[in-house]
């Protein structure tokens, strides 16, 4: 089987100011780097705001702890207003960075030509995209989630090459299990993952199908990861409530245990 290293990715949203990113990175980071947890990969997305804050601590206390931002432009550089660029991101050592969360789709009107020119964009600048597709629940009640993902990751990472893909992580994330307490059965999670993952077998070979991580996101907390990952494609999760806690956040990275 391939070694897909698991990733726990925290996605704060629009929460915590950098005084509180400082804090929470500090509780998070002095607890991972205490248990040795290198098996698992920690990730926190805070706001543009905290980056510069959160990189500063993460490199002065060489903390095992990586970090990236929850969006950025398409564009390089130039004439946006109140747009933050892939170079930006780069420059302040940022390792990921979200695209097409299901809020950005449905809330800033995110197409899927724009997903794939920020996809496009990250990579350009040595980011790894979190890619994240999901149904909503109209879509599911139809059983139409494993065409609408599909299509989603078709159209996400369009133009790219093998090589490229293999940078990407992909989060499925059902839109009705963000935020809502109802987490997917691990059964439901490895029917889309195992799906995206054939996709991308047919798409780009095996090889690279294999070494693409592929998360599951949606009201994850540590009570019900172990189950999640237990899936033979899930390799990690994107977690948005749960990550803004500590001690939560440490449960779930140590999800083997
Ligand atoms: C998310 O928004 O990426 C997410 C998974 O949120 P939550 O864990 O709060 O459902």
């Known amino acids: 089987a ?9 996605n704060w949203k629009m929460n915590l100011n950098h005084l509180e990113a400082i804090a929470l990175v500090q509780k998070l980071a002095f607890s991972l780097n205490d248990q040795q947890l290198t098996d698992v990969e920690a990730v926190v997305l805070p706001p543009f705001t905290d980056l510069r804050s959160v990189q500063t601590l993460v490199d002065g206390e060489k903390l095992l702890i990586g970090y990236g931002a929850q969006n950025l432009s398409p564009y390089q550089s130039g004439a946006y207003t109140g747009e933050i660029s892939g170079p930006m991101l ?3 050592g ?4 979200v695209v097409g969360h299901s ?5 800033y009107y995110e197409d899927d030509a724009l997903v794939n020119a920020k996809v496009a964009a990250a990579l350009a600048n040595d980011l790894s995209p979190i890619l994240c597709v999901g149904e909503g629940l109209e879509v599911r009640e139809q059983l139409g989630h494993v065409a609408h993902c599909c299509d989603q990751l078709d159209a996400a990472l369009k133009g790219l090459t093998p090589e490229q893909v293999e ?16 987490t997917a059965t691990p ?9 995206l993952r054939q996709r991308l077998v047919e798409t780009y070979g095996q090889g690279t199908a294999e070494r693409v991580r592929i998360l599951y996101g949606g009201s994850v907390k540590a009570a019900n990861i172990a189950g999640i990952m237990a899936k033979p494609d899930v390799d990690g999760a994107l977690i948005g409530g749960a990550s803004l806690d500590a001690e939560e956040f440490v449960q779930i990275c140590r999800f083997p245990e």
């Open 90 to 92: 780069a420059k302040l």
């Open 94 to 97: 940022c390792q990921y960075v």
């Open 2 to 10: 391939p070694v897909r290293r698991p990733l726990m990715a925290g």
């Open 167 to 182: 940078k990407v992580v992909v989060a499925y994330e059902p839109v009705w299990a963000i935020g809502t307490g109802k």
């Open 187 to 195: 059964e439901d999670a490895q029917e889309v993952c195992g799906a």
């Open 103 to 107: 809020e950005r789709r449905a809330y």
